[in-house]
Structure formats: structure tokens, C-alpha cells
């Protein structure tokens, strides 16, 4: 029965499961992902993850799952990242859980039909637009927070009724383990598997026909994914990155706007896709920032960073020789030491850096952070459009003055970005109800509450009309005469 269905759909290039049952009996050539692939397709065929009741019983799991395996989530992340516990409930499961709450409350209200406006000829008609599953969804993360970015897109391929298939990232290694160990105990296997593996196993997941591939990470990797995805037409969201620049105001409180500017970007060993990249300020300011930074470093990390266990560690040699590297060429004004066997770099300010210094050539995704010096707003802003649109901007400026309205409302009129945040850093992110994503080389589309589930939706267009009212002489009926188009007469005829 199924078989005849895969044989008549759009998907009759993938063997039907009765042919695939034999195969799988008598030795199969096909991949393992194509197999778990095929198999979540056949899930999602049944129907069963339509019922907003399963979605919600899904969720339900995925929250308790976060919850019981705390301790093996926080050890894992402490194996990838040196990252404490009580950082890991801050930075990835606590916003995860609040995702899963928004998502059980609001579910039936995303996925009711929405009537929408009717024009005159549509009146009497049903007109809306119905959300509807999009079948199976890839989710490719990456290992920065590599639960919080793997499992957020889980989220919304659940609460839209999808299938997903979970690839985590290779790279946070401890991570993926537990997540493919302990999730299928949680969550119904077939519809919502985990596969581990790198390169070549997920360029094996890509080869396969998705109804919708979420990708988080580098943009590099992002054309590949969307070349591959190009092959199926299947739609992609890209959370990607790049450089969030960051720009003071001279006459912003500067002990206020740093502290925040240092937590931003030294969290998690600067690996964060929202991280202030750089800084863009006056000269006459630029001392004081160091300071105040240098102020904010020791306080929150006190004077020994390297022994501080709050402070985290570069994901691996390969990324810590390429952080390192940046350096070249660069003023040190704070920090700047490292120790490579423990993959250790200093929260570390760079001062008087230009547009051609080699730490602006890329997003740095490390704690080394570059003050590039501007004559004001107009140069910063400048600056920036003459680079890749970023996935983060941040002004900050001081509040309850004209000039400041001034410098916020050109910022935002004159700059494109993912997100823009006055004064402030990352906390956009923790805003279920602002959409996150990038813009330009900073991604593709976006997630977080109901965006994502519209992201992982189809939104699709109804109109239910009646077989009565039939109008034997509407104008869309041949003959088109000039009467029939005649609006003189005041009279619209139905077409
Ligand atoms: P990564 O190395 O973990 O790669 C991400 C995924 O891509 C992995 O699952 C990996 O298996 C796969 N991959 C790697 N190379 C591939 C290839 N050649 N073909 C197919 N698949 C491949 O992560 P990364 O790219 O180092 O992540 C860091 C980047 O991600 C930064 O640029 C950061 O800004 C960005 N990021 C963005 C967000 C966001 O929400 N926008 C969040 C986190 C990280």
C-alpha cells in the first residue's frame, strides 16, 4: 500500500519500501543515511506526526529528556567546551526549555487556519491560509552551543508536524555522543533520528531528497549545502555568521557599555555566532575602553583567566592556530597570551587595528577583539556597508538625549544586519518573539517561537468556494465582450 503510494508521488525516485525491505534483508547497497532517511519518510507518511496531540506529547518528551539528562548534557558540554554547568543551563537548555513552553502553548493557535482579508469577489467565500507540515526536515548544527542550535530548529520541525533527521556537529564530539545515545529514548526513532558522522557522512545526508534542510554554521559550508539542496529544489534556512560589528558613542556611559560588550564577546572563549566581531570608536575614546574592558576581563574572569573555571577553550588545535594567526600583525593592548595544549587564548584587546588588518579579514570566533578607531557614526556606518551584511549590530549610545535618537535612528536607516541591538549584546537571542536569523552572507532565513514554525511550515492558500451563486454571465466566461469589462455601469461582475 505504502509502496504504491511512494511509486505515484513526487518521491518515485526512492525505492519502494517493499523493494527496500528485501534489500535491507538480503544485504543492501544502500547508505545508512539513505536508509534513515527512507525511514523517516515512511513515518512521516503515516501521518503520525500530524495530530497536535503527538506534536505536543513530542515536545513534552524533548523537555523532560533536557531536563532528567541535565548532568550528562553539562558534562558533555564540559568534555567540548570547558564550559561550568551552571553556564551550559544559562547558554543552551534554558533557552531550549523555554522554546519547547512557547511552542506546547501556542501550538494550536500557529496551526489553526488563518482567515486572512477578502476582496469583493471573495466575500462570500472561505479565504485563509492553512500551515502544514513540510515532511522531513535535516537539521545540521554546529558545535559552538551544540545544544541550542542542533535542538532550537528541533523544536520547530516538531511543532510543524515534520519528520527531522538530527545531524549534530562532529566537531563538539561529546555532545553528538550523548545526543545519539539518549535522544531516540526520548523522542519516536523513526520520525526523529540522530545521525553522527562528519564531512562525508553529512555530504551522504545532503545527496538525499529533503522537503527542507536547516544548516547552522560557516558560510563556506552554507554554498555547499545550498548547492546540494539546489539539486532536490528543496528550500534551506542558512544560520550562519560573519563579523556583528560593535559601535560606541563617545558620550555613552562607557563603564556601562563595556561591561556588556565584554560579556558578549568573551562568553563561551568568544564562539559565539552574535559575538561583537570588532569595535568601531572614536580615537579620544579609545583608551578608556581598554580600561573599562580590562576593568570588566578581571572582574569577571579575575586576573588568571586560565585558571578561572568560568573561562572557556578554543574547540580544537585547528581553530586555535587559526585564532592565533589573527594576531599577526596586530597592537596587543590587553592580553594576548595562550597555551596550546590546553587550547588556552587570553580575553584579548587589540587597539589602533585598520580595515586591512588580517583579524578583519574574517569572522574571528575567538576572544580576541580588535577597537578599529572611525571620526563618528557616518564612518562607522560606512565601515560597515562596505563589508558583508552582519548577523548582529550593536549601538550603543546614551540614552534620553536628542543626539542619541539621532545616532540609533541612523544606524538602524542606514546599515543592514540579522539583528540590531542598542545597547546592549546577544540578548536579542533570548526573544522568542524577534525572528533570528541572518541577511545576506549572515543566512537565510530565521527561527525562535513562531518564526520558526512558519519557517518549517508550509503556508498554504485556501479558498473554499461554493458550487452555488453561479453566475452564468461573469466576465471571466467567454465571450469577453467590452461589456462584460464595462465598469462604467458601477456593476463588477464575478469573474
Ligand atoms: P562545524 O564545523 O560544526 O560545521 C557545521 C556542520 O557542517 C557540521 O555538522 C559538519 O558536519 C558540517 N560540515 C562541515 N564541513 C562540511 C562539508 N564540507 N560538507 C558538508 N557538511 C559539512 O561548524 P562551523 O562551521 O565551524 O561553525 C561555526 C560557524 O557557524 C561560525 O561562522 C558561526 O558564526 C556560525 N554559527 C551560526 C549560528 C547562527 O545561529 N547563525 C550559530 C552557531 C554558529
Known sequence: MLGVVLESSAYSNI???LFYQSLTQYGSSMSREQLVVERARRAFQTGMSKPLKFRVHQLKNLHRFITE??????DAVKKDLNKTEHSTELFETLGLEGEIDVAVERLAEWAAPRPVEKSLLTILDEVYIQPEPLGVVLIIGAWNYPWAVTLQPLVAAIAAGNAAVVKPSEVSSHSA??????LPLYL??????VVCGGVSETQELLRQRFDHIFYTGNSTVGKLVMEAAARHLTPVTLELGGKSPCYIDKDVDLRVACRRITWGKFVNCGQTCIAPDYILCEPSIQDRVVEEIRKCITEFYTDDPKTFEDYGRIINQRHFQRVMSLLEGSTVAIGGDSDQSQCYIAPTVLKDVTGGSKVMQEEIFGPLLPIVTVSGVDEAIQFINEREKPLALYVFSPDNKVKTIEVKSKVIAET??????????????????LPFGGVGNSGIGRYHSQHGFDQLSHLRACLIKKLNLEDANAMRYPPHTAKKLDHSTGQINRP
Do not use: Q, W
Open 177 to 182: 555522543k550523548v545526543m545519539e545515545e539518549l
Open 69 to 74: 539528562r541535565r548532568k550528562d548534557i553539562a
Open 188 to 193: 519516536d526513532k523513526e520520525l526523529y533520528p
Open 15 to 17: 525505492p519502494c519500501p
Open 416 to 433: 543592514s544586519s540579522g539583528a540590531l541591538v542598542a545597547n546592549d549584546c546577544l540578548v536579542h537571542f533570548t526573544v522568542s518573539a
